[in-house]
């Protein structure tokens, strides 16, 4: 194994910076507009970050080393660590600490949408541009934005680096060059956020809070511009636009490109879409008829409405929500906590452990009931009409266990830091699958008032989630680092 080629990383982590220094410079100029008194901070946040990033891609411009896998793992990392940094600085202009800020910045670019601010209506207009700006360009990834746009990392750069990011694209290449299936899937990514800015002002929402909603709702993370969410515009126009839309979020970029592009029966073809729309529709269905017996909902379409809205934000990790769902009562908890767990389709932009890898398991384990009555048979696994070999199933299974594994340990440290049993575990899990959403005091996402250790913890698992878990846990193995 070669050594790490700390120039190509750098170099890399430079140019990424002068990208976001140019996103930056958008919330920066909504603060000028809007005459706040961020706007100066902002714009020196800016010119930090382009500094910084400027003088890193000038400084190693002339290295060319080619890139290697762990050169990829490392830099899948650090990239998504240094564009935190940086990108809290706009949060401590306006009085938040270093911790408040990095939490802020981190549950943003993770998609995860949980918050430090308890009055989101009083944040300034910039402020809440660039927290939904984050959600936005962490959503579909960072790396893919990254091999999209530098031509430099060639074919093997690129499918390394995004084998650190992202799951299940791959298999459904839209092109045979890595960098243009790269940005033809943030294009599709960019179109889907206009339509939804524009269908959202057809509602109640002004400009600055459609962008905003748009912005968050493609990412499935959940940030919004107010305190009660969604359902602060009390429209039901707008709760089935946001519904639509983060459903299309939990569904696999890849496969939409190229149902729309090329092969036109391919999302009807695919497996875990097919799952997916079955999920959603059955617990949509029981938490309709379940609300109405229960007295919560007295008219069938605002059950309806507002359980196909819940069970979409919780499956996608957006985390919106637009009622009060706490009065529903802990049967309905217990479901949303199985949901934050199983996640949507991988190559999509939610979190959790993948509808795809669970239904692979759910096969594997029936070929094993299978195979305690006829032992000598062989039953492969299939998935979308192929056969999986041994290996792929073994990963998976070895990536579930330890899913579960940092899920308890980070549980298991929440609770040590005075966290009860029960927002220990929702807690964890919904920081690991990027959900956000929290129980108890922090219901609705808000966790101002934990400890900053609880923060860290938090944080660490909301960047283990988004990285799902291997390329983050393996930079701290001894074997990582020697040479061999």
């Known amino acids: 194994m070669n050594k790490i080629h700390v120039g190509i990383i750098l170099r890399v982590i430079g140019i990424l910076l002068c990208f976001e220094a140019l996103f930056m410079f958008i919330p920066t100029i909504v603060a000028f507009v809007y005459n706040e008194p961020d706007r100066w901070a902002f714009l020196v946040s800016s010119l930090i970050t382009l500094i910084l990033g400027g003088t890193l891609s ?20 650090s990239v998504w660590i240094v564009f935190a940094l940086m990108g809290m600085l706009p949060f401590m202009s306006i009085g938040s600490s270093f911790t408040d800020a990095m939490f802020e910045t981190v549950s943003g670019v993770t998609t995860t949408g949980a918050s430090i601010y308890l009055n989101i209506d009083t944040l300034p207009h910039g402020i809440l541009l660039w927290r939904s700006m984050l959600q936005w360009i962490g959503g579909i990834g960072i790396i893919l934005f990254t091999v999209a746009v530098l031509p430099m990392l060639n074919h093997r750069g690129g499918m390394i680096l995004l084998s650190t990011e992202t799951s299940g694209i791959g298999q459904y290449k839209v092109s045979p060059r890595i960098s243009q299936t790269a940005l033809r899937l943030w294009l599709c990514y960019f179109i889907f956020t206009v339509i939804l800015c524009m269908l959202l002002q057809f509602g109640s929402m002004n400009w600055f809070d459609a962008v905003c909603h748009s912005l968050s709702t493609m990412a499935t993370g959940g940030f ?13 126009f707008i709760e089935y636009v946001i519904t639509i839309f983060t459903f299309i979020g939990g569904i696999n970029f890849a496969i939409i490109y190229r149902t729309v592009m090329d092969d036109h029966t391919l999302i009807f073809r695919s497996e875990q879409v097919r799952w997916y729309v079955m999920l959603i529709a059955m617990f949509t269905g029981m938490f309709t008829i379940g609300l109405l017996l229960q007295g919560t909902y007295t008219h069938v379409e605002e059950s309806f409405r507002y359980s196909l809205f819940q069970i979409c934000s919780v499956i996608t990790s957006t985390g919106f929500s637009a009622c009060n769902t706490l009065e529903w009562g802990p049967f309905y908890s217990l479901i949303t906590l199985s949901l934050m767990f199983f996640g949507a389709c991988a190559g999509s932009t939610s979190g959790g452990a993948k509808l795809d890898r669970m239904i692979i398991l759910t096969k594997n384990a029936r070929n094993e009931f299978h195979r305690v009555i006829h032992p000598n048979v062989i039953r492969p696994v299939v998935y979308n009409n192929k056969v999986l070999s041994h290996e792929t199933v073994s990963k998976i299974l070895a990536f579930t266990i330890m899913y579960v594994i940092v899920w308890i340990v980070g549980a298991i440290i929440l609770a040590m830091q005075g966290a009860s049993m029960g927002e220990a575990v929702y807690g964890s899990l919904s920081a690991l699958s990027n959900m956000g959403i929290g129980i108890g005091a922090d219901a609705g996402g808000y966790y101002s008032d934990i400890s900053y250790g609880a923060k860290w913890t938090l944080m660490a698992l909301m960047i283990v989630g988004r990285l799902e878990i291997f390329t983050v846990i393996i930079i701290f193995m001894p074997m990582f680092w020697k040479k061999s």
């Open 224 to 236: 919004s511009t107010h305190n009660e969410s969604i359902g602060y515009y009390h429209s039901s």
């Open 58 to 77: 000038y400084k190693l411009r002339n290295c060319h080393q080619t890139m290697g896998r762990r050169d990829g793992v490392l830099l899948g990392t």
